[in-house]
């Protein structure tokens, strides 16, 4: 109903045009009331082919053979028919180039908001799937870094952490590696069930962790009933007394071990070393190093902290 009213508007707008200019013949005798609503028409009003064609129409037969009745000189008859039709097919020509650019314009920016909302629609999705695959990321770096069992660092976590930790402040640090061996836990296994045996090393575990501050160290499993601590930043003295601290809390769990050639609970033995560094491969040495402790503190009767001999 809208669109008919407004067409019907339109061709009234021309057909009063083309009245006004046959009432004009009879004292000026020129058609500028027709021309100038029929460009306003072509120019303003965006239709198609069709729809101009069926406006055009009526005001243009009510002129053309209205023209004869009013205008009663040949001469400027015939002079209005040359122009008219020249200036309507120019008219109809332009109507037709700016419809087509409307048009165009039109459905340029349908099509560029159907590519809006699409691309919205993928940078969600992609925003969903980046999400997704952090977390999947989360879980594979959880796997390549955490022992599965213990829920601690595993030997590549311990690693990684020296080595931020050395890049934090890029100068020399004073660390402290601790060696840490379950004592006798083979006999454990054997009396008591692998079962058993992999809820220790948990227990153990956690119970080495929580004993340090975890702002400055790290505690990891470094393989079997092994594990390995890092302390940064504090004296040798100190180091060690955390060493016994860890020794003293083992014990404290009261786990029984009634086959063990050390006591009749679960025990450690503790090799410790303290240096001073900057590089990994420095790093590397004073494992060795607390490796070698912890091998004097086994032979020497077990349940017990031993320093390095050689501290760099």
């Given amino acids: 109903m809208f669109r008919f009213g407004l067409l019907s508007m339109v061709v009234l707008f021309l057909v009063w045009g083309a009245v006004v200019t046959l009432i004009d013949q009879k004292t000026y005798g020129n058609v500028l009331a027709f021309v100038v609503n029929f460009m306003c028409v072509s120019i303003l009003f965006h239709a198609s082919n069709r729809t101009i064609l069926t406006i055009y129409s009526l005001p243009i037969l009510v002129l053309m053979i209205g023209l004869p009745f009013f205008q009663h000189s040949s001469a400027i008859l015939f002079g209005h028919y040359i122009n008219l039709t020249v200036f309507l097919f120019f008219c109809w020509l332009a109507s037709r180039m700016l419809y087509t650019s409307y048009s165009t314009n039109f459905y340029n920016e349908l099509l560029l908001k159907e590519i809006n909302e699409s691309l919205a629609q993928k940078i969600a999705e992609n925003e969903i799937m980046n999400r997704k695959l ?169 349940n017990r902290v031993e320093r390095s001999l050689v501290s760099k």
């Fill in 134 to 302: 952090e977390g999947v990321n989360e879980q594979l770096k959880k796997l390549t870094l955490i022992d599965e069992l213990t829920q601690i660092p595993n030997r590549r976590g311990f690693h990684q952490y020296v080595a931020e930790m050395l890049l934090l402040k890029n100068v020399e640090r004073k660390v402290s590696v601790l060696m840490l061996d379950i004592d006798a836990f083979k006999l454990f296994n054997d009396h008591y069930g692998h079962v058993e045996g992999d809820r220790v090393l948990r227990l153990v575990a956690q119970k080495i962790k929580h004993t340090l501050d975890p702002s400055s160290s790290i505690t990891a499993r470094f393989g079997g009933e092994e594990f390995i601590v890092a302390i940064f930043d504090l004296d040798e003295l100190i180091a060690f007394k955390q060493a016994e601290s860890i020794r003293n809390a083992v014990l404290e769990l009261g786990i029984p071990h009634k086959h063990s050639p050390v006591l009749d609970h679960i025990s450690v033995s503790i090799g410790i070393v303290t240096g001073t560094v900057c590089t990994e491969n420095e790093i590397q040495e004073l494992i060795v190093q607390a490796d070698s402790a912890l091998y004097k503190a086994k032979t020497s009767g077990r």
